[in-house]
């Protein structure tokens, strides 16, 4: 975990991996927030983190630029610690919420976890929130997600880019996965992302970058190699649930594993859609022998480690 000098005053990047996306703290005179609360194994690193921060404040407000479990993991500590927290989520998702659908949330498809939390509140595009003394501009920012937003303040012209633009490239483009045309998505956000014109971005993952020309070069770049071979996006997207599976576990015997490889609904759905003259245990197998390869992963013993 780092923080970033050079940002907004009030605005504290902390900066965590890719198993929790970073966690962005608002904190002005008269009130608190913050932006994404992390993946749930990392929950109490996220609670430890935020008091640190806010020096014995409370939280007032919570939002999420979209609902990956890697983004709104800490969200249930966060309401149980700060009882008076208002959680604004994309509207897209709200009924998925409020009903808890774990199977539209993403979490059950990708195998991933996300305890229980409620919202109190919207971020609607086309809306300007007032947090820590800011005025910050709701936009939505489908693609990496379709009910994604991103937030844009015009006066530092700062970005929270949330995984709409990373400074190599964006997140898994999941709808195309199931069949929901979305590379088009992808480009228009990137699109907007430049006429926003930020100074500086603040990703979802990594630090954060002022060399934005570039980072919209590197990721229609990317699009473009996507776009032009979407089996390899699909295969790219297994790797990195792979991948994502391993950090949260560390540690995996082969039957546990062989159990959730079948229980992760996205496996079978992609291998039908892109490999289906492929068996899943073949595709898994391949895919983890490449993380092997290069030091992602290793096999000791009965088990499966990260690396
Ligand atoms: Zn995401």
Redesign the pocket.
Known sequence: MTTTPGLPPGLLLLERGWLSANNILLIGPDDTAMVDSGYCTHAPQTLALVEAALEGRPLDQLLNT?L?S??CGGNAALQQRFPNLRTRIPPGEALSVAHWDEEALSFRPTGQQCPRFNFQGLLESGTTLRLAGRAWEVHSAPG??PHSIILFEPVSRTLLSA?ALWEKGF?VVFPELIGEASFECVAATLDLIERLSPSTVIP?HGRAFTDVVEALRFARGRLAGQVADPSRHARHALKVLIKFKLMEVQSISRTEWTQWIHETSYFELIRARFFDHEALEEISEDLLAALVLSRAAAMVGDRIENR
């Open positions: 979209h990956h890697d983004h990496h997600d995984d997140g979802g």
